[in-house]
């Protein structure tokens, strides 16, 4: 397993974002579904160690990250990719996955082909100088990507990695999720249900700070056959499952 | 884009311009190399001869002969990389040529360097025309199966004259054909 | 690359073989000070952080001794130690403009990565601040030379002690930007609160340069930006959640 989670909450203020989640998650493709403000993003962060949890039990790649040095072998193993990532206008694709590398502790001589690597994967082969003030949005994202697969990640947590991506580039992403998949965790958190049934073994269902729903795709499908509203099964299971969640 | 326009961006700096041109050419030369050498010698020869035209593509004279300037330096690589192999004794390069597939030179020769040559040749003489035109009738009926000049006319049914000019035609094709990869800077 | 498998032997993965190229091609070769600064800091990563910040390249850097020789220069004109009263003020924009949330597009991400954030923090602050002390030193000695007249302090004072509220001032404009998360809020807190410390010196006893040379000061200033660095050191250790 290398993600464990028990009881985890975290409060901002008076706002509980995530109020009491359960998880286990090993290899494979994990997907996080769920409505704005569900705490989907709240959820990641926590996982990424970017922020600590208020209580509860974390465990990430069999290591507790509440301590520095556990924390920081969590890091170099991590791959992260935020909802919102910035660029460095001046910095080049390479460079850019080459900073996120040298920052994630990566041998410097193993650096340059694991960038090239990254970089041809997500399919910027033709644009690994270009500067990042010259690519469109999607592109943007595709870097971000890149970044966050450089070095190999065995924990590799993107929140909505598709934006921009048009149906041609989600095919191929999703081609990509399901080989990182073969050995390492990727948690996936998107809106849109279908990219999620496509890719993901294990499917995770969040409102209002909770999980409602923890399973396959397929018994996702099943719960939405009576009562679910939606053009997809997915998205039928979808509906139902908050439907009676919020019941 | 021709492959003269790719070299001279490769020359400038430009990184897309070289992956267009593995793109290209990469396949081709693979497969020549394959005949020659083991899987895992071809990629570092690949390796090393796109590196090599990345770094020295300004020596480049476009002239419409890029697949043969590329040639050139695979052929080159290929040599570095089987000579830092070492020092070549006889059962070394047996070992080798069992290795590679092919039989040992009779007199010690590196079998590798001898179907390296061999390769060569192929090229050139394709250079003289599809299979069955007059040049290349010629230097299939002369020069592979050895016969005089007198039966080739025959053959070819044309005079002994004609079949003598072709063959200078030939010889001159070949040597220049052979000699294009020593040119430029190499 | 995916039209190369088709005409290639199936044994040689041309992919494998472009990335070998590739990686060569693409690779950046960092520059003689990167390398010895990730030798010092044990950490390629982190003299790529130290130099990359905003606030030390080139562009900022030269306007930084441009501002400083220029009040070196004005201080000759006016009797007015310029460049103790200016580098305060330079340096505490510089902080500002050298780490944080309000200058890292990526901070969301940073704060996930090996190389932790405070380090960066720690690393970059201090050679910001070395660098600035350095700049305003020089300034400072080229203008001493010139600098005569009444009441003016200690030429010792003038020289050196515009360091002690430049720690202040730096601290404070740090603590500002990163609670506020904004570059720009910290430099003008920075520079603001420095303006007010100034005008309320020459208010008291009628120098401007007390600011800089009254010694009783120097304790506050001190406690200030311990205050300030505690408070900057808090305001980074959390991301506020909502992002």
């Known amino acids: ?182 050995r390492a965790t990727v948690v996936v958190s998107t809106h849109l249900v279908e990219d999620v049934g496509a890719a993901c073994t294990q499917v995770a269902l969040m409102d209002q700070g909770r999980v409602v729903f923890d399973g396959t795709p397929g018994e996702l499908t099943a719960r939405g056959t009576e009562q679910g509203t939606g053009d997809a099964p997915l998205e039928r299971g979808y509906t139902a499952v908050l439907a009676a969640a919020r019941a | 884009m021709d492959d003269d326009d790719l070299v001279a961006r490769v020359a400038a700096g430009d990184d897309t311009a070289l992956r267009e041109l593995f793109g290209r050419h990469a396949p081709w030369l693979a497969v020549r190399l394959r005949a020659v050498l083991p899987a895992a010698d071809v990629e570092d020869v690949l390796q090393e001869t796109f590196l090599a035209a990345w770094r020295g593509a300004r020596g480049y004279r476009p002239q419409g002969a890029c697949g043969g300037w590329l040639w050139g330096i695979a052929r080159r690589q290929a040599a570095l990389i089987l000579r830092r192999r070492g020092p070549f004794t006889p059962a070394g390069q047996a070992g080798a040529a069992l290795a590679a597939g092919l039989p040992a030179g009779p007199d010690g020769s590196d079998p590798a360097d001898i179907a390296l040559a061999r390769a060569d040749l192929e090229v050139a003489v394709a250079t003289l025309g599809p299979e069955g035109s007059p040049d290349r009738e010629v230097w299939r009926l002369m020069y592979e199966q050895d016969r005089p000049v007198a039966e080739v006319a025959e053959l070819l049914g044309v005079p002994p004259g004609t079949v003598k000019s072709r063959a200078h035609r030939v010889r001159r094709l070949l040597r220049a054909a052979l000699r294009v990869p020593e040119g430029g800077m190499w | 690359m995916s039209g190369l498998r088709n005409d290639a032997p199936d044994d040689v993965d041309l992919g494998r073989v472009w990335i070998s190229v590739a990686a060569q091609v693409w690779r950046r070769q960092p520059g003689w000070l990167e390398r010895t600064a990730g030798r010092l800091l044990r950490s390629p990563g982190l003299a790529r952080a130290l130099l990359t910040t905003p606030s030390l390249l080139l562009p900022w850097l030269l306007t930084s001794v441009v501002v400083l020789a220029a009040g070196a220069a004005a201080t000759t004109d006016i009797g007015q130690p310029l460049v103790a009263l200016l580098a305060p003020a330079v340096a505490a924009a510089a902080i500002a403009y050298s780490y944080g949330p309000g200058i890292d597009p990526a901070w969301e991400l940073a704060c996930s990565m090996a190389v932790s954030d405070r380090m960066v923090l720690l690393v970059r602050a201090l050679a910001v601040f070395a660098v600035n002390a350095v700049l305003g030193l020089a300034a400072s000695a080229v203008s001493a030379v010139s600098v005569s007249g009444p009441a003016n302090g200690t030429a010792a004072a003038v020289t050196f002690g515009w360091l002690i509220p430049m720690t202040a001032v730096c601290a404070f404009a740090l603590a500002v930007a990163t609670v506020a998360r904004s570059a720009n809020a910290g430099a003008a807190a920075g520079v603001a609160a420095w303006l007010i410390i100034v005008l309320s010196g020459r208010v008291a006893s009628g120098h401007f340069a007390s600011a800089v040379t009254d010694t009783v000061l120097f304790l506050p200033y001190l406690a200030i930006g311990a205050g300030c660095v505690t408070v900057a050191l808090c305001a980074t250790r959390i991301p506020r959640g909502t992002l």
Do not use: C, W
């Not at chain 1, 949005?137 to 450089?150: E, K, N, P, T």
């Open chain 1, 1 to 182: 397993m290398n993600v464990e989670i028990t009881d985890l909450t975290r409060r901002f203020g008076r706002n509980q974002a995530v109020a009491g989640v359960s998880l286990q998650a090993g290899p494979g493709v994990f997907g996080l579904l769920g409505p704005n403000g569900a705490g989907k993003t709240t959820l990641l962060r926590m996982m990424a160690t970017v922020i600590p949890p208020t209580t509860g039990r974390l465990r990430l790649l069999d290591r507790d990250p509440a301590t520095y040095g556990p924390r920081r072998e969590v890091r170099r193993r991590l791959g992260y990719l935020p909802q919102n990532l910035g660029y460095y206008p001046g910095f080049t694709v390479a460079e850019f996955v080459e900073y996120f590398a040298l920052l994630k502790e990566m041998p410097a001589a193993r650096v340059p082909a694991a960038v090239a690597t990254a970089v041809e994967r997500v399919d910027l082969g033709g644009k690994a100088k270009a500067k990042l003030r010259t690519l469109s949005g999607g592109m943007l994202r595709r870097v971000g990507i890149a970044q966050a697969i450089v070095n190999e990640p065995e924990l590799l947590l993107l929140d909505e990695p598709t934006a921009g991506l048009d149906p041609e580039q989600r095919v191929h992403f999703r081609a990509l999720l399901r080989e990182l998949g073969q």
